[in-house]
């Protein structure tokens, strides 16, 4: 039987989540400012994922341009062109895919690029699809080659060419697929080959969230998790979330856990500062790693620059980490700077680690590491 449209059931024996194996470990290791989420916590953000293109907040763009694509494949009793979502994790690419098989009123069937590592296991999923079905890949840009060659010919002909047997006695035979919609999520839209990109109809891409939309977010997550909230706590808690829904949802549990135990039941400004301090989230979102970057950057190393390599010693923590799950906000936010010699503090670093910047030709240290 087919899962329920929109209801996000796994394909059976495959990983549908961007939160398991190496990312999923990450966010367990960086905790709540982490857009990477865990299996587990994939299941708590399932009751507070919107169902419908309409209760979706926020990416106005893409909804819109969505909703032209999927009123236009109704109105034409077809299955939509093939879509890419990308953009930083925690904006909703998942939920997004659900509510395009909710909108199609069409099964869903989800997997991810690192559980489908050879042709065969692409080519099972394709032949039991069933028409009009609506296919999701996570994290597209980690199929398997041979996997990827494969999806090239279903996407375009609806059809793939199941290989039986070995060496001089293989034979060929063509598999004709019934039409279907696969829908791709991608962090990394740089690293998808052009002949897969090309095949996609539409391609939509997310951007981080206002701090209004976010409140907004809050709220309507407080009233399915039945606490009620204040709209200063909910104002809190959105300027502390990097722009990512996946973020606020988090903190709004975690500061709902510290008022159920030390409050009042009730989510108000107190309890939010309070829960956020004791999780370490300061007023710009920063946690503990981002703010050690930061001191070590001005404190150890003057300011810079400094390598990457040497900066994550410095912290104590992989360089990966670093470069991947820090360094991409702190940017973002001016509050560190990459250039060709290293890693530099800008004057918001002195600024939010509270000292005083070095005057203009005062000795820095020289670069190290790896930049």
Request: aromatic share 4%; with cysteine; hydrophobic share 45%.
């Amino acid at each position: 039987m087919s899962p329920a449209p929109g209801t996000g059931a796994f394909e059976s024996g495959l990983s549908a989540s961007t939160g398991t194996g190496e990312a999923g470990e990450r966010a367990g290791e960086r905790g709540v400012t982490s857009a990477e989420s865990s299996a587990l916590e994939r299941a708590a953000e399932a009751a507070l994922r919107p169902r419908r293109l309409a209760e979706f907040v926020g990416q106005q763009v893409v909804r819109e341009q969505l909703s032209l694509v999927l009123d236009a494949a109704a109105a034409r009793g077809r299955a939509p062109e093939h879509m890419l979502l990308s953009g930083p994790p925690g904006l909703g690419k998942t939920t997004l895919a659900m509510i395009i098989a909710a909108e199609l009123n069409a099964p869903l069937r989800i997997t991810s690029g690192p559980a489908v590592q050879h042709a065969g296991d692409l080519a099972a999923i394709l032949s039991s699809l069933e028409e009009g079905e609506v296919l999701f890949i996570d994290e597209i840009h980690r199929l398997a080659r041979p996997a990827e060659e494969m999806l090239y010919m279903a996407m375009e002909d609806f059809r793939v060419d199941v290989v039986v047997g070995k060496g001089v006695g293989a034979t060929s035979i063509p598999l004709e697929l019934p039409p279907f919609t696969a829908v791709g999520a991608t962090t990394r839209a740089g690293l998808l080959p052009s002949p897969l990109r090309d095949r996609f109809g539409f391609t939509g891409h997310l951007d981080y969230y206002r701090p209004a939309e976010l409140e907004t977010v809050i709220t309507r997550s407080a009233a399915r998790l039945e606490v009620e909230i204040d709209a200063e706590a909910a104002a809190e808690i959105a300027g502390r979330c990097r722009g990512t829904p996946r973020i606020a949802n988090r903190l709004l549990r975690r500061v709902r856990d510290w008022s159920q135990v030390r409050g009042s039941g009730r989510i108000d400004l107190e309890a939010a500062h309070a829960a956020l301090a004791v999780y370490e989230v300061d007023e710009r979102g920063l946690d503990r790693l981002d703010r050690a970057v930061l001191r070590a950057l001005c404190e150890r190393f003057a300011g810079g620059p400094v390598g990457l390599g040497t900066l994550a010693v410095a912290v104590g923590e992989e360089t990966e980490t670093v470069e991947t799950m820090v360094e991409p906000f702190l940017v973002r936010e001016g509050l560190i700077s990459r250039t060709p010699r290293g890693r530099i503090a800008t004057p918001a670093t002195w600024a939010h680690v509270g000292l005083a910047a070095p005057s203009p030709g005062a000795g820095t240290t020289p670069p190290l590491g790896r930049f």
